[in-house]
């Protein structure tokens, strides 16, 4: 079966530090991979994706996540974390029309 | 371009009442699909729909109906709500013809007491 894995449950960091936020999934083929992000009492905003190609991505607000697939592994980074990151992540992995998502990480954001 | 909304963001409802929840989407995007948001649970997909009038079951149907009579509308009933259906919902879309990608509406927080 499908699943998409988040180790940290919460990540502390103070504002300006840089930031890495854990995936790792099981499919059975490589799958679309996705990072989206949650403010409080928001929607789901997507952050960025992966299809294929090259394996570093780009997303808005200064991100970035590495596809590793020996590692099944799909990390979002950030060089340097504002105040206003501090929100909920959600990894995610699809097939089919249909994504599984992570339990997600709260990242917090200290002054 | 409002995208896609949800309709109401918050519902107190009693155990064993009939309630809808309602979404529209205005990109014409033919899948959309029903989530519910519980702490330590992430995202769980209840029920998608791929175009009109095709609809089917995700991770967690139980107690949900969905009907899908027009490609912007997509309404959640709990039919005898419980208290374990407290949640937040949340509905989203994708375009489909495989891109996977999707977007979300603001959700619908639901307390049932």
């Known amino acids: 079966a499908q699943s998409v894995t988040q180790p940290d449950i919460h990540i502390t960091v103070s504002e300006g530090a840089s930031l890495e936020l854990r995936c790792n999934y099981s499919?059975?083929?490589?799958?679309?991979l996705f990072w989206y992000v949650q403010s409080p009492g928001q929607g789901l905003q997507l952050l960025l994706k992966?299809?294929?190609?090259?394996?570093l991505v780009q997303g808005i607000k200064g991100f970035e996540a590495e596809f590793k697939r020996s590692q099944s592994s799909f990390n979002l980074r950030k060089p340097s974390v504002h105040w206003s990151d501090a929100a909920e992540y959600f990894c995610?992995?699809?097939?089919?029309?249909?994504?599984?998502f992570g339990t997600g990480t709260q990242l917090k954001v200290e002054l | 371009d409002a995208g896609i909304t949800q309709s109401p963001r918050y519902k107190i409802t009693e155990t064993g009442r009939q309630v809808t929840l309602m979404c529209h989407q205005t990109?014409?995007?033919?899948?959309m699909f029903w989530y519910r948001q519980d702490l330590g649970h992430g995202l769980r997909l209840i029920y998608y729909?791929?175009?009109?009038?095709?609809?089917d079951k995700g991770e967690v149907p139980d107690g949900y109906v969905v009907s899908r009579s027009k490609t912007e509308n997509f309404p959640l009933t709990l039919e005898s709500a419980t208290r374990s259906q407290t949640s937040v919902y949340f509905c989203?879309?994708?375009?489909?013809?495989?891109?996977?990608?999707?977007?979300f509406g603001p959700g619908t927080r639901l307390t049932v007491t």
């Open positions: 499919y059975g083929a490589t799958p679309y």
């Open positions: 729909s791929a175009a009109a009038d095709i609809t």
């Open positions: 989203a879309s994708s375009v489909g013809r495989g891109v996977v990608e999707q977007y």
């Open positions: 992966y299809f294929s190609g090259d394996t």
């Open positions: 995610a992995a699809g097939g089919g029309n249909k994504l599984t």
């Open positions: 990109w014409s995007h033919s899948y």
